[in-house]
Antibody, heavy 120, light 107 residues
Framework: QVQLVESGGGVVQPGRSRRLSCAAS????????MQWVRQAPGKGLEWVAV????????YYADSVKGRFTISRDNSKNTLYLQMDSLRAEDTAVYYC?????????????WGQGTLVTVSS | DIQMTQSPSSLSASVGDRVTITCQASQDISHYLNWYQQKPGKAPKLLIY???NLETGVPSRFSGSGSGTDFTFTISSLQPEDIATYYC?????????FGGGTKVEIK
């Protein structure tokens, strides 16, 4: 069965970096674009970034552009989110999500989420 | 960027009631709209895709309609297990955008 397992969350100081991982299993990871979505405590969902199935294209929300980098290692079935210059407003649960089709944006599988808290 | 305006932000209804949530896009998104359900502490769950298509395994009391800029999500007969927050999501263009959410409670 499809599984997405995020890791890497924790408490990080403002201005520092953190890398999140999303380990995928149960499907052909290299055949799907993947995305990150976040949710600040008590708030709604916010799209963060997408990477094409082969890593050839990447797009970001304006709120993270220039600070976050999405990447993937298809040989390890793993998606990453490198977060630099973190701010308090980046505090959120970060979800990785898989679409129903290769480059689609209808998400039928989500990870359980990993909480990133940016605080001094 | 496309903005999604969802209303109401919360509602309280009785078991068996018909519940309706609306979502308005700031520009024409055709049918590129999804609806998700999120329970506390859990990841979102896809209920409706392409505005009106019921995801496999989702009860038929859930439905969606609309196209262009105006969309509706309906629970025909509210059940206790439907207590959750519901989000619309457009995928006509990047950046993807979610509505602000509607928290559904039992009266």
């Amino acid at each position: 069965q499809v599984q997405l397992v995020e890791s890497g969350g924790g408490v990080v100081q403002p201005g520092r970096s953190r890398r999140l991982s999303c380990a995928a299993s149960g499907f052909t990871f290299s055949s799907y674009g993947m995305q990150w979505v976040r949710q600040a405590p008590g708030k709604g969902l916010e799209w963060v970034a997408v990477i094409w199935y082969d890593g050839s294209k990447k797009y970001y929300a304006d709120s993270v552009k220039g600070r976050f980098t999405i990447s993937r290692d298809n040989s390890k079935n793993t998606l990453y989110l490198q977060m630099d210059s973190l701010r308090a407003e980046d505090t959120a649960v970060y979800y990785c999500a898989r679409p129903t089709t290769r480059d689609g944006s209808v998400f039928d599988y989500w990870g359980q989420g990993t909480l990133v808290t940016v605080s001094s | 960027d496309i903005q999604m305006t969802q209303s109401p932000s919360s509602l309280s209804a009785s078991v068996g009631d018909r519940v309706t949530i609306t979502c308005q896009a700031s520009q024409d998104i055709s049918h590129y709209l999804n609806w998700y359900q999120q329970k506390p502490g859990k990841a979102p769950k896809l209920l409706i895709y392409d505005a009106s298509n019921l995801e496999t395994g989702v009860p038929s009391r859930f439905s969606g309609s609309g196209s262009g800029t105006d969309f509706t999500f309906t629970i025909s007969s509210l059940q206790p297990e439907d207590i959750a927050t519901y989000y619309c999501q457009q995928y006509a263009n990047l950046p993807l955008a979610f509505g602000g959410g509607t928290k559904v409670e039992i009266k």
